[in-house]
Each structure stands twice: as structure tokens, then as C-alpha cells.
């Protein structure tokens, strides 16, 4: 099949850019390869493991799967977007705090698919809804307690706020 390109243009982690890509081209590929932002993950490379979770319009959205010109005109959020002033997010300092990790690959798109868990959420989370929630999210390190003790602090966190 012959190659079709596409001027492709969004807003990544709060900034407009814009890119020639080929139609066929993943958001994941794009966001690595045209824009070096390395922290979602290639794993499963079949929307099964979650490791390439990036926020599309608010909601995590596996980037492996999913035709960068399909994000034409939204925006994308990756785990580099989620800092403040360079500084980590309160979540990051939490999976920080609570060692919520081992070897690190699956953890940016653990921490974007609880980005999206607690800020869809209008309450504190349990422990069942949270593990519902990033039930799509697999770490093979099995660092899963800890995970869910970060998650969970910063939901009691928010709410108390
Ligand atoms: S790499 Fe996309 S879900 Fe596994
Ligand atoms: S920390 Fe290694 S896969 Fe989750």
C-alpha cells in the first residue's frame, strides 16, 4: 500500500503542534519517534497491557492502537505533561512515596490511567474501584499494592482538599 501523509495537528501536554505523518502511523510511534516524549511505553503493542496509556481529551486511551490522525484537532496528554512547573504531580510523588514500582516500564501508563480514574472521579475512590478502573493496566514486576496504596492516597488526598 502506498504511503498517504496527513499534516496532523494537536495540542501535546498543553502545546499546539503540528506533524507530516503517515496516516498508518500510531499516536504511540508519533509521540516517541516525531516528538521524543519516551514515556509511554511499547509493550503488548495490542492494546493489552496498558504501558503505552496517554490522556485523549481527559481520557486514557491505550496510544498503541490508536492512528495519530485520529487525534487530529484534540488533545494528548503524556506522563512528561502531567508535571507542574517541572515539578512531579501530587500522583507522581505518590507512586514516588509509596515505591509503587520495580522496574518502571509499566509505571507512565499506570500513572496516566489513574490520572484519568481520579480525575474523572467526583468522589474518593475504594480500593474495588480502583482496581477496577486500572484493572486494564498490567505490571508483569506484580508491584500491584503498592500501586493501588498510591492511587488510593491521592484520592483520599483530593477529596480532603
Ligand atoms: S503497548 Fe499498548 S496496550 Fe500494551
Ligand atoms: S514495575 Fe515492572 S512492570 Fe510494573
Given amino acids: ?20 505523518v503517515d496516516t498508518r502511523e500510531t499516536l504511540l510511534d508519533v509521540i516517541r519517534d516525531t516528538f521524543g516524549l519516551t514515556g509511554a511505553k511499547k509493550g503488548c503493542d495490542e492494546a493489552a497491557c496498558g504501558a503505552c496509556s496517554v490522556l485523549f481529551n481527559g481520557h486514557a486511551v491505550c496510544s498503541c492502537t490508536m492512528l495519530a490522525a485520529e487525534a487530529h484537532g484534540g488533545s494528548i496528554v503524556t506522563v512528561e505533561g502531567l508535571s507542574v512547573n517541572g515539578e512531579p504531580a501530587s500522583l507522581q510523588k505518590a507512586f514516588m512515596e509509596s515505591d509503587a514500582l520495580q522496574c518502571g516500564f509499566c509505571t507512565s501508563g499506570q500513572i496516566i490511567a489513574a490520572a484519568s480514574l ?24 506484580g508491584a500491584y499494592n503498592k500501586i493501588l496504596h498510591a492511587v488510593s492516597e491521592t484520592s483520599r488526598k483530593r477529596k480532603a482538599k
Fill in 1 to 20: 500500500m502506498e504511503a498517504q501523509t496527513f499534516e496532523l495537528k494537536f495540542k501535546l501536554n498543553g502545546k499546539e503542534v503540528n506533524a507530516l
Fill in 118 to 141: 481520579l480525575d474523572n472521579a467526583d468522589r474518593e475512590l475504594d480500593d474495588n474501584e480502583i482496581r477496577e478502573g486500572m484493572s486494564g493496566n498490567v505490571c508483569r514486576c
